[in-house]
């Protein structure tokens, strides 16, 4: 099993950034992905950004493209979430997601369906 771990939630004024990360523990070796996904009142939860280990490749939803970052420590068994320019639209709970299987080269899972482990969430308030 892997266990996930998400922090750097928080309220930021439109126009601010927030770094999200998200820290793995337990058979990481048997990972070959991240995701996140996020979730607003109301909605359904949504796929925000994937990165592949092998080879290293990212996709992201078209609504976060140059203002989403998403990267891996991999000292630390971490991804991160660079997010700049934040919009009140991006408000939502935040969830990363892992990936135990392997895929197509160059495929990037982007369906929930696609992750198997998942954290718990953290917030993120974009106040206009």
């Known amino acids: 099993q892997v266990q996930l771990l998400e922090s750097g939630g928080g309220l930021v004024q439109a126009g601010g950034s927030l770094r999200l990360s998200c820290a793995a523990s337990g058979r990481t070796d048997s990972t070959y992905g991240m995701g996140w996904f996020r979730q607003a009142p109301g909605k359904e939860r949504e796929f925000v950004a994937a990165?592949?280990?092998?080879?290293?490749?990212?996709t992201y939803r078209d609504s976060v493209k140059g203002r989403f970052t998403i990267s891996r420590d991999n000292g630390k068994n971490t991804v991160l979430l660079q997010m700049n320019s934040l919009k009140p639209e991006d408000t939502a709970v935040y969830y990363c997601a892992v990936d135990i299987y392997r895929r197509p080269e160059m495929a990037i899972p982007t369906t929930i369906s696609d992750y198997t482990y998942w954290g718990q969430g953290t917030q993120v308030t974009v106040s206009s």
């Open positions: 990165l592949r280990w092998m080879p290293s490749r990212t």
